[in-house]
């Protein structure tokens, strides 16, 4: 595993935006695995910013979901088929044919999940993987205790991510869905590249323990230590438990 700190999210963006950049002149069609939350936005404001200099092609992108609410129409705005569409579709001028993503309303929620695990393989699989981190060390929504080896999946969420997540949903707690689909992380460690930002100091335990601790489910994302390509960028503030 890599780790790469940089002065600040900003730079962070920069950095993994350039990655980004690289990856698409060598695979047009390559597949890019997407995550939601806030901390990835300076990543899709820098390649979208390199897209219109003409320094990024995303004319033959795919993008690629990493997890769903369960039950939120996919036209609710806080869908993360929504956000994705607001925050990395349009900026980067990619259409919804070149989208993946698991369908949180299927009425038979574990076939949604085993057709979008069939849907990323036939894909080709995800060539790069960008991935945030909850508070709680999870990644995609692999909430502590998930299988190191799950495959995507419906899953409760833990009531400390309702509480963080409940700023998208007007700090109101009680809108934010308890379930949830999301690539397991045997599906995410399946990328050729996994990449994790981590910015800002609430993070910097998750870190630490993703970095330097043990790999173990009770810390989802210390399954990156497994993976051959694992980088993580952080910057100063939540690498300060290093
Ligand atoms: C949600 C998403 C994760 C994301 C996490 C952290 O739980 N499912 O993919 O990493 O939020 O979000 P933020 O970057 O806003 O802290």
Redesign the pocket.
């Known amino acids: 595993m890599e780790v790469v700190i940089v002065a600040d999210a900003r730079a962070g963006g920069e950095l993994i935006a350039g990655a980004m950049a690289q990856l698409l002149a060598r695979k047009p069609d390559a597949v890019l695995g997407v995550?939601?939350?806030?901390?990835p936005l300076p990543v899709y404001e820098a390649l979208a910013a390199r897209v219109r200099a003409g320094a990024a092609d995303t004319s033959r992108v795919r993008i690629a979901q990493?997890?769903e609410y369960v039950g939120l129409p996919a036209e609710h705005p806080e869908s993360y088929r929504s956000v994705l569409r607001r925050e990395v579709l349009e900026p980067l001028g990619v259409g919804l044919d070149a989208f993946l993503g698991p369908d949180g309303t299927a009425a038979d929620v574990q076939a949604a999940c085993e057709a979008y695990d069939r849907a990323l393989a036939e894909a080709g699989g995800v060539d790069l993987q960008l991935?945030?981190?909850?508070t709680d060390g999870?990644i995609?929504?692999n909430e502590p205790c998930s299988s190191l080896a799950s495959r995507t999946r419906i899953k409760t969420l833990t009531e400390q991510?309702r509480v963080d997540?409940a700023r998208f949903f007007d700090g109101d707690i009680a809108q934010v869905p308890h379930h949830v689909i999301t690539q397991g992380i045997g599906t995410i460690l399946e990328a050729r590249h996994l990449v994790l930002l981590a910015t800002g100091a609430g993070k910097a335990e998750a870190v630490a323990a993703t970095v330097e601790g043990p790999v173990a489910a009770v810390c989802p994302a210390s399954a990156l230590q497994l993976h051959p390509h694992a980088t993580v960028v952080v910057d100063e503030a939540a690498a300060s438990e290093l």
């Open positions: 995550a939601t939350g806030s901390t990493l997890d991935l945030g981190i909850g999870h995609g929504f991510t997540n």
